[in-house]
């Protein structure tokens, strides 16, 4: 069974300052995809990165890049130069790539952005 | 376009209502999904739809009952549901691969906040 944890429920930061999300997964599948997705109050969520378990690079999408470390079965959110606007709560998730359909999220972490 | 929508945005139900909440996407996406989540927690998923037809059923009580008339279209028929059922509802859809060799992303609706008095 997949396992995704998020141990920082709630994180602060400065605006313009860069910020890192902790993730962590347990798995015994060979092959999996990591997701991180950002829900504002709104309560929509937004996807903002994948990696998959296979990629040898880290994936990078402007301001957010994701530190993925196989051997510690890691897979954190950083964001560079922090706006208002990035105040939110932030999911994890990971799934098999051959399960396709079966995604399942962390618990969670709240981004908080100080101006 | 990358817009799933998703009606009504409120929706407050009595115990002996019989409601419908819709999900439209136009992405050409296979694999459609409900999920729910309680406030301050993560999504859970309820049901999975691949190709239209039912793949994943979490175990969810007959009182939610969904429906997939079409690769467009999801809905999810609700009856008889409990106070504790009150959450946002969101419906997400992704590509579908039967030899996946890179996950696809989930884009997700804006939800449907539904309280049952």
């Known amino acids: 069974a997949q396992k995704i944890t998020q141990t920082q429920p709630g994180m602060f930061v400065q605006e313009k300052e860069a910020v890192t999300l902790d993730c962590t997964y347990d798995?015994?599948?060979?092959?999996?995809?990591l997701f991180w997705y950002k829900q504002p109050s709104s309560g929509e969520m937004i996807f903002l990165i994948y990696q998959g378990s296979y990629d040898e690079q880290n994936a990078t999408e402007g301001r957010y890049s994701l530190n993925f470390q196989k051997a510690r079965k890691s897979a954190n959110l950083v964001i560079s130069a922090s706006q208002l606007g990035d105040s939110a709560m932030y999911f994890c998730?990971?799934?098999?790539?051959?399960?396709?359909?079966?995604?399942?999220f962390g618990a969670g972490t709240r981004l908080t952005v100080k101006p | 376009d990358t817009e799933v929508t998703q009606t009504p945005k409120h929706l407050v139900m009595g115990m002996t209502n019989k409601k419908s909440l819709k999900c439209e996407q136009h992405m050409g996406h296979r694999a459609m999904y409900w999920y729910k989540q309680k406030a301050k927690k993560p999504p859970e998923l309820m049901f999975v739809y691949s190709y239209e037809k039912l793949s994943i059923n979490e175990s969810v009580p007959s009182r939610f009952s969904p429906e997939c008339p079409n690769s467009s279209l999801l809905n999810l028929h609700l009856h008889a549901l409990q106070p504790e059922d009150s959450a946002l509802y969101l419906c997400?859809?992704?590509?579908?691969?039967?030899?996946?060799?890179?996950?696809?992303?989930?884009?997700f609706g804006p939800g449907t906040r539904l309280t049952v008095t």
């Open positions: 997400a859809s992704s590509q579908e691969d039967r030899h996946p060799t890179t996950g696809y992303e989930q884009y």
């Open positions: 798995t015994s599948d060979q092959s999996y995809g």
């Open positions: 998730a990971m799934r098999d790539l051959y399960n396709n359909n079966d995604m399942r």
